[in-house]
């Protein structure tokens, strides 16, 4: 059995992490009459795939040079929605996004989303204007690169007029080969300036890097480990999503179950040993077949307090494997019994073909009473659950477990932070790791909203969701009427409970005064279609019939969801995210 799953489309340079080429001879074209345009120009020429922004003077004629050429743009409202859209639209298209943004302000406006992206090694490109090294008392002088720096960003600059293409193409190269967000700052005094006589124009990279090859030690401990193994799941995460295929063959052959953190859900969908989400979004089922197998290996995952629960998903007499193609990550988050330093289908290939050559295949735990087993309860769908709905609120599990079954299964489903987070995440079926959008890496609040606007435009082909809180919908709300102009057809479910879920549920309330995160009912349906987008309160299941209503129909303006949600007492998942605080 392999996974399969519907691949985005994609550019040649960032979707296979192809390093950029060295400039050609042919010299840039005439309508690149200053740096700006040449930057503008060079980038789409490498093959970046969208840029978000808010327009400033510092920004705007290599947003329009962007454009000229060939690349999308998508106005946002704040530069830090603009940031999460872009990183976003990378994760779930496999090319890379662009902010734009105004110098000082403008910069310092997206610095959340730059350090969500940062951390969570988005290829990603933030394009912004800096102040003239010469004006030493601009209000808008900061220090960029140092802030760049400090969120976990690569800090870029344009030097010269001369070294302008050499320069855009480090960024480039950095961003895809390293996966990682850089900050490339593009000072005013150098924008107007001429391209200077001969410069060179660049060519669209097709050649992809060398991938990392694990050592035949390494592939021979590992296999050993398999033989051995009568209990193995595999847990893929980020860093595996471009190996489902490879690590489901080698999980087929070696008797392994599957598994994918949270930002690598839906990798293994169709495959009947997929176990779903390994973390705390885990069904009781799930958790505790993690934790009672013997060896688990780790693809691309870093086998952190969340896809771990803390260490409580591997059994005290468990081996564990971890994959990555960075030596400093290998035992970063946890002691590992063995490091794999390799790319992830690269390695289960090479492990899968050592198995093969001494004959080895194994049942392990893959038999039909697991498969059974996996159908029925892997899912919280399928867990049985005491329905807490009142006459004026609607139980989360009730709720999502409706929405899944009214909206079209192919969808795209992003995620906002708090309390709630857990319901949709784990009652929203996704059809594939591309249907799954999850910036959690900051841990903040209010991105959901400029994730959905992302990932919607990363793949217009699917119903976009967004399952989100009243407090971080209200806080990115100006996003909404990015949604209402650009028409798309975005599904937002906000779990509205009046409050920072999070901490009302965490906090004694005999020790602590919680009125500092309650808030007064908002109509949160009333304020949407002021913005122009379709509402409904949701209090019943009866009231779901608006949002039937609305799929079935031309779906011409986004539908804000007020879900007036009962109190859940803390989410299961929420006292081991607290751990980690």
């Not at 069904?283 to 629960?309: K, Y």
């Not at 794999?340 to 039909?368: F, I, K, M, N």
Request: net charge negative; with cysteine.
């Amino acid at each position: 059995m392999t996974a399969t799953s519907t691949q985005p489309p994609q550019s040649c340079a960032a979707a296979t992490g192809a390093a950029a080429v060295a400039p050609s001879s042919h010299p840039a074209p005439r309508a690149a009459a200053n740096i700006a345009e040449l930057v503008g120009y060079t980038l789409a020429q490498l093959g970046v795939g969208h840029v978000f922004g808010v327009v400033g003077s510092g920004n705007f004629v290599v947003t329009n040079a962007l454009r000229r050429h060939g690349v999308p743009f998508t106005a946002a409202r704040h530069e830090g929605g603009a940031a999460t859209m872009a990183d976003a639209y990378g994760r779930m298209s496999g090319r890379v996004g662009v902010v734009s943004t105004h110098q000082g302000c403008g910069l310092t406006n997206a610095v959340t989303g730059i350090g969500e992206s940062a951390k969570s090694r988005t290829p990603m490109i933030v394009l912004t204007a800096d102040a003239a090294a010469s004006a030493i008392r601009s209000n808008f002088k900061i220090d960029q690169d140092g802030l760049a720096r400090s969120v976990g960003a690569v800090a870029e600059r344009i030097h010269s007029p001369q070294s302008a293409v050499a320069d855009t193409l480090r960024a480039y190269r950095t961003a895809v080969n390293e996966r990682r967000t850089v900050v490339l700052s593009l000072p005013t005094d150098l924008q107007a300036a001429p391209v200077p006589e001969g410069v060179p124009a660049v060519v669209v990279p097709l050649e992809a890097p060398q991938t990392v090859r694990p050592s035949a030690a390494a592939i021979a401990r590992l296999a050993g480990l398999l033989r051995a193994a009568r209990r193995p799941v595999f847990v893929a995460g980020r860093g595996g999503r471009s190996a489902g295929a490879e690590i489901a063959a080698l999980a087929e052959a070696s008797g392994a179950l599957v598994a994918a953190s949270a930002v690598a859900h839906g990798l293994f969908n169709g495959d009947p040993f997929n176990l779903g989400i390994s973390g705390g979004f885990s069904s009781p089922f799930t958790a505790a077949t993690i934790a009672d197998a013997d060896l688990v290996v780790g693809w691309g995952c870093a086998l952190n307090m969340w896809t771990m629960r803390h260490g409580s998903l591997i059994g005290a007499n468990a081996k564990v494997v971890q994959v990555d193609v960075e030596d400093s990550a290998l035992g970063a988050n946890r002691p590992v019994d063995l490091g794999v330093l390799g790319d992830s289908a690269e390695t289960a290939a090479a492990v899968l073909e050592e198995l093969r050559a001494t004959g080895h295949r194994a049942t392990g735990l893959r038999t039909p009473d697991m498969a059974a087993r996996i159908a029925a309860e892997s899912r919280w769908n399928d867990v049985d659950t005491e329905d807490i709905s009142t006459a004026e609120a609607i139980d989360p599990r009730v709720l999502s477990r409706e929405l899944d079954r009214i909206l079209p299964a192919q969808r795209i489903v992003s995620i906002d932070s708090g309390n709630f987070m857990g319901y949709p995440s784990t009652y929203l079926s996704v059809p594939d790791e591309f249907g799954f959008c999850f910036t959690q890496a900051f841990q903040s609040i209010g991105l959901g909203l400029y994730t959905a606007v992302g990932a919607a435009r990363a793949r217009p082909d699917r119903l976009p969701v967004l399952g989100t809180g009243d407090g971080g919908f209200l806080m990115s709300i100006a996003e909404l009427e990015t949604v209402v102009r650009e028409r798309i057809p975005l599904v937002a479910v906000v779990y509205n409970d009046s409050a920072y879920g999070a901490e009302v549920h965490h906090f004694d309330a005999d020790e602590e005064d919680l009125e500092v995160v309650r808030f007064p009912l908002v109509d949160i349906a009333s304020i949407a279609r002021g913005y122009g987008a379709e509402a409904v309160t949701v209090r019943t299941v009866e009231d779901l019939a608006a949002v039937a209503e609305w799929v079935n129909g031309p779906r011409e303006r986004p539908l804000v969801i007020d879900a007036r949600i009962a109190s859940d007492g803390g989410a299961w998942w929420l006292a081991e995210a607290f751990k980690g605080h």
